[in-house]
C-alpha cells in the first residue's frame, strides 16, 4: 500500500462510526466488528430518537441502522431518510432481520447503501461496512437477485408482492371480515393473521390497520 491510501485508510479509522439498534448484544457484536475494522471512535443509541440526536451533534460519515424498533415498526427506515435529507453524503448500513426483498428495496430507496442480515455471520459485516465506508453498495448475491428482479418488474402491484396467504387475508379484509373471522375462514391461529397484516402495512407502506383495510378494498376493486 502506498502512503497516500495508508494515510486515507488511517484518516478514515479515526472518523465516528454510528450504530443504532435496540438490541444490547447487537451493539457489543457490531463494536467487536468495527473494532476489528480498525474503527477508533464508536457512537450507540438504542432508540430512533437518540440515534438522531447523537447523528445530528456528531455528524458521522457512516451509519450502521436496525429498521425495526419496539414499539416504533419500522421506523429505521424514516431515520433513513431524515439522515439522508440533511446529509446526503452520509452513508448508511442496514443491518437487519427482514430478509424480505420488497423491504430491502424500501431501505435502499430511503437512501441505505448496504444492507447486511443478521443471521449471517460477522464476516459478512466486516466486509459490508468495508464497502460502504468508502462508498460501494453492499448487497448479497441473493438479496440482489431478488431486488433486482423487483425492479425490473416495474408493472408489479405492490399487493402483487404479498405472500398467498398474505393475498388470502387482503382479499378478507376487503370482505370487512374480522381477524377472528379470517383465522376462521382459514384455519389459521388468530396470531398469525395479525402477523400477517403486520407484515402487509410495512410491505405496502401503510401505518394503520384502517389504511390496510382501504388498500385492500381498493386491490379488490380493480380485480373486479
Same mark, same amino acid.
Given at each position: 500500500m502506498n502512503a497516500i491510501?495508508?494515510?486515507?485508510?488511517?484518516?478514515?479509522?479515526?472518523?465516528? *462510526? &454510528?450504530?443504532?439498534?435496540?438490541?444490547?448484544?447487537?451493539l457489543q457484536g457490531c463494536r467487536? *466488528? &468495527?473494532?476489528?475494522?480498525?474503527?477508533?471512535t464508536i457512537a450507540e443509541a438504542?432508540?430512533?430518537v437518540g440515534g438522531y440526536r447523537i447523528f445530528h451533534r456528531l455528524r458521522p460519515p457512516v451509519v450502521i441502522c436496525d429498521l425495526t424498533f419496539q414499539g416504533s415498526g419500522m421506523a429505521g427506515l424514516g431515520l433513513i431518510r431524515r439522515i439522508r435529507a440533511v446529509a446526503p453524503e452520509t452513508r448508511i448500513l442496514v443491518f437487519s432481520m427482514h430478509n424480505d426483498p420488497v423491504i430491502?428495496?424500501?431501505a435502499l430507496e430511503a437512501g441505505a447503501l448496504g444492507y447486511v442480515l443478521k443471521d449471517?455471520?460477522?464476516?459478512e459485516l466486516f466486509e459490508a461496512f468495508g464497502k460502504v465506508r468508502i462508498g460501494e453498495v453492499y448487497l448479497d448475491r441473493r438479496l440482489a437477485t431478488e431486488v433486482a428482479m423487483l425492479r425490473a418488474d416495474a408493472r408489479r402491484t405492490p399487493e402483487s408482492q404479498l405472500t398467498q396467504r398474505e393475498q388470502q387475508i387482503l382479499a378478507r379484509l376487503a370482505q370487512g371480515r374480522s381477524y377472528g373471522a379470517i383465522a376462521s375462514d382459514l384455519s389459521?391461529?388468530?396470531?398469525?393473521?395479525?402477523?400477517?397484516c403486520s407484515q402487509m402495512r410495512q410491505?405496502?407502506?401503510?401505518r394503520t390497520l384502517a389504511e390496510l383495510i382501504h388498500v385492500a378494498v381498493t386491490h379488490a376493486q380493480r380485480q373486479g
Open positions: 491510501a495508508s494515510q486515507i485508510d488511517i484518516a478514515a479509522t479515526r472518523l465516528p *462510526v &454510528l450504530v443504532i439498534d435496540d438490541h444490547p448484544i447487537v467487536r *466488528v &468495527l473494532e476489528d475494522a480498525g474503527v477508533e438504542t432508540t430512533v430491502v428495496a424500501r449471517h455471520a460477522s464476516a389459521v391461529s388468530y396470531k398469525t393473521v395479525t402477523n400477517a410491505k405496502l407502506g401503510v
